[in-house]
């Protein structure tokens, strides 16, 4: 069972936009709705942004978007704010198994 | 207000066992499946394991299949992780999180405890 593959980092100027992306395969990302995204600040637990590949949970700012093409998902964050500075994971259930990405690093500049 | 509080975790040396347990509450426990992700220290999220609202259907991450076993106590609000068989690439902080309905892989993981550490070491 292999991660997704995200870059490593990203970075932006405050108002810009970032996209992260998530590739894996059909047997993960590409098969099934089942993705997600997660922030993580140092410390911290994670904390969930998209489920289901667009979905937004209650409270997340509509800054934060998701969408999938084929076997990549990407995750936008529009309108880049200081406390945007995170970790983020990608997820994705791969049949009787969840995968994590390998987690992108975004900092604001 | 959803709560995860996990507990169980410590020291124990290379081939031991440990469980690991999740008191939930503020929400309805056995309507929601339940996972486990552990991160060992500066590394990514690895999902360990999850199971549905009855505990019917489970789910394991290749790396600990045969050696960790997920359960949970609805009367007790718990959730469970017997881990056996450790290695020294299980040292990581353990997350218990909470699903968005009944099975534990759809609409991702929604709350997370702030994990319990488990060191694997001689």
Request: overall charge neutral; proline content about 4%.
């Amino acid at each position: 069972q292999s991660a997704l593959t995200q870059p490593p980092s990203a970075s932006g100027s405050p108002g810009q936009s970032v996209t992260i992306s998530c590739t894996g395969t059909s047997s993960d990302v590409g098969g099934y709705k089942y993705v997600s995204w997660y922030q993580q600040h140092p410390g911290k637990a994670p904390k969930l942004m998209i489920y289901e590949v667009i979905k937004r949970p209650s409270g997340v700012p509509d800054r934060f978007s998701g969408s999938k093409s084929g076997n990549t998902a990407s995750l936008t964050v529009s309108g880049l704010q200081a406390e945007d500075e995170a970790d983020y994971y990608c997820s994705s259930y791969a049949g009787s198994k969840n995968v994590f990405g390998t987690g992108t690093k975004v900092t604001v500049l | 207000e959803v709560q995860l509080v996990e507990s169980g975790g410590g020291v124990v040396r290379p081939g031991g066992s440990l469980r690991l347990s999740c008191a939930a509450s503020g929400f309805t426990f056995d309507d929601y499946g339940m996972s486990w992700v552990r991160q060992a220290p500066g590394k990514g999220l690895e999902w360990v394991s999850g199971i549905n609202w009855n505990g019917g259907s489970t789910g394991y991450a290749d790396s600990v299949r045969g050696r960790f076993t997920i359960s949970r106590d609805n009367d007790k609000n718990s959730l469970y992780l017997q881990m056996n068989s450790l290695r020294a690439e299980d040292t990581a902080l353990y997350h218990c999180a909470r699903g968005q309905s009944s099975g534990w892989y759809e609409g991702g993981f929604h709350y997370w405890g702030q994990g319990t550490l488990v060191t694997v070491s001689s």
